[in-house]
């Protein structure tokens, strides 16, 4: 069936650095798309979306970024600090359906001081 | 403004009791859902409400059922707990279903015995 496919791994950085994690989804008729992240015990929480008929967008230190075309979409955190250490998840969403989101599996960014 | 609220924070069950996990938004917010999070699996919907008095079933609907006899409170309960149900649980909400951003609670962890 049609998922989202985002493995879960380990992704380290040094603090100042920037840090890029990725997603693929699966599902052609995806056009709205939503990047979270989720702190030790604390329920995920929206960091920016993107919709299909865009290819970039920007927040306070982030961008996504959506390629259609292989159905991939990233997070970009500029200048990353200790704070955004968490899971990321990203999650897709078909307007066209049942407009239930699907979650990918989350990648782990650790931040070193 | 709370925005979404769980109770209780943590709770052990013994097995085939009863319980309630309780769920109350003060966005008033049409669209509200149930997620499970079990490490490794991401975050699988059990069910959602589009709207007062109405309610629909997600991923792993089974052995929980749901109400929404008013826009704000979305209770799960759990007729008859298993071990198989130890896991952390969410709430969320959202203006509209679908496209629009879900705002999640602090979640429950809750361990069956």
């Known amino acids: 069936g049609e998922s989202v496919g985002l493995h879960l791994p380990t992704l380290s950085v040094q603090e100042g650095d920037n840090s890029i994690i990725n997603c693929a989804y699966s599902?052609?008729?995806?056009?709205?798309f939503i990047w979270y992240k989720q702190e030790s015990g604390k329920g995920p929480q929206f960091i920016i979306d993107?919709?299909?008929?865009?290819d970039k967008r920007q927040g306070q230190r982030v961008t996504v970024l959506l390629n259609k075309t292989v159905k991939h979409l990233s997070l970009q955190i500029a200048a990353t600090q200790p704070g955004d250490s968490a899971v990321y998840f990203c999650?897709?969403?078909?307007?066209?359906?049942?407009?239930?989101?699907?979650f990918g599996r989350g990648t782990s960014l650790i931040v070193h001081p | 403004i709370a925005g979404i609220t769980q109770a209780p924070t943590s709770q052990i069950l013994a097995a085939g009791r009863r319980m309630t996990l309780r769920c109350t938004q003060d966005?008033?917010?049409?669209?509200m859902y149930w997620y499970r999070q079990d490490l490794g699996l991401g975050l699988r919907l059990i069910h959602y409400?589009?709207?007062?008095?109405?309610?629909g079933k997600g991923e792993v609907p089974d052995g929980y059922s749901v109400s929404r006899a008013n826009t704000d409170d979305f209770p799960l309960t759990l007729a008859s707990a298993v071990p198989s149900q130890t896991s952390v649980y969410f709430c969320?909400?959202?203006?509209?279903?679908?496209?629009?951003?879900?705002?999640f609670g602090p979640g429950t962890r809750l361990t069956v015995l």
């Open positions: 599902n052609s008729a995806s056009d709205y």
């Open positions: 969320a909400s959202s203006v509209l279903q679908g496209e629009n951003t879900q705002y």
């Open positions: 993107i919709r299909s008929n865009m």
């Open positions: 999650a897709e969403t078909a307007s066209g359906g049942s407009y239930i989101p699907t």
């Open positions: 966005m008033r917010h049409n669209a």
């Open positions: 409400s589009n709207t007062a008095g109405t309610t």
